[in-house]
């Protein structure tokens, strides 16, 4: 069964970072591109960012570009996400998602706050 | 404003049969695959439908998925209380900036 517990949230100010994790299992890590996807509150999902399986191949959506920046280390079935300079428009459920043919596997997710 | 347009609500009795459409453009729907997803109250996104019209193990039948041209459509026969949720489709665009895109979701009620 696949598995994907997300770390990492919690409150930061504007202008602050936060690095978020995911832990994969039940699947083999290294053979997947992986995903972050966001939602935030009481609105739809927005995806955010890509990497391939071998991490060759990243992309990020515009909002997050330069700010952002997706990682795995593949010996440790781990996803990650450093986030810098945040906004207040960040505030959102941040999920990491495995990509298989089309379709998403998703996480609990991890709420990240941006307030001061 | 998402990049694939879905109608913000649909509802239906129980027992009954609705369909949410989802469009888009060349670059995404039009050339990719499309995926659904269903989002029950306070919980994460579950798949439904990939590559189109295909149902992952543990998905009934009851759920289907279809794409002609640059629109998609999921169906949902023999409405249930328990499908109740925000539904959303997803696809890949490969126009310069290639990032993946979602709509911005429905609301299903089973009256």
């Known amino acids: 069964e696949v598995q994907l517990v997300e770390s990492g949230g919690g409150l930061v100010q504007p202008g602050g970072s936060l690095r978020l994790s995911c832990a994969a299992s039940?699947?083999?890590?290294?053979?997947?591109?992986m995903n972050w996807v966001r939602q935030a509150p009481g609105k739809g999902l927005e995806w955010v960012s890509y990497?391939?399986?071998?991490?060759?191949?990243?992309y990020y959506a515009d909002s997050v570009k330069g700010r952002f920046t997706i990682s795995r280390d593949n010996a440790k079935n781990s996803l990650y996400l450093q986030m810098n300079s945040l906004r207040d428009e960040d505030t959102a459920v941040y999920y990491c998602?495995?990509?298989?043919?089309?379709?998403?596997?998703w996480g609990q997710g991890t709420l990240v706050t941006v307030s001061s | 404003q998402s990049v694939l347009t879905q109608p913000p609500s649909v509802s239906a009795a129980p027992g009954q049969k609705v369909t949410i459409s989802c469009s888009g453009s060349?670059?995404?729907?039009?050339?990719?695959?499309v995926s659904w997803y269903q989002q029950l109250p306070g919980t994460a996104p579950k798949l439904l439908i990939y590559?189109?019209?295909k149902r992952p193990s543990g998905i009934p039948d009851r759920f289907s998925g279809s794409k002609s041209g640059t629109s998609a459509t999921l169906g949902i026969t023999g409405l249930q209380t328990g499908d109740e949720a925000d539904y959303y489709c997803?696809?890949?665009?490969?126009?310069?900036?290639?990032?993946?895109?979602f709509g911005g979701g429905t609301k299903l009620t089973v009256l």
């Open positions: 990497i391939s399986s071998s991490s060759s191949t990243i």
């Open positions: 590559d189109n019209n």
């Open positions: 060349s670059s995404n729907i039009g050339n990719n695959y």
């Open positions: 997803g696809t890949w665009d490969s126009s310069l900036s290639a990032q993946g895109v």
């Open positions: 039940g699947f083999t890590f290294s053979s997947y591109s």
């Open positions: 998602a495995r990509r298989k043919n089309s379709g998403y596997s």
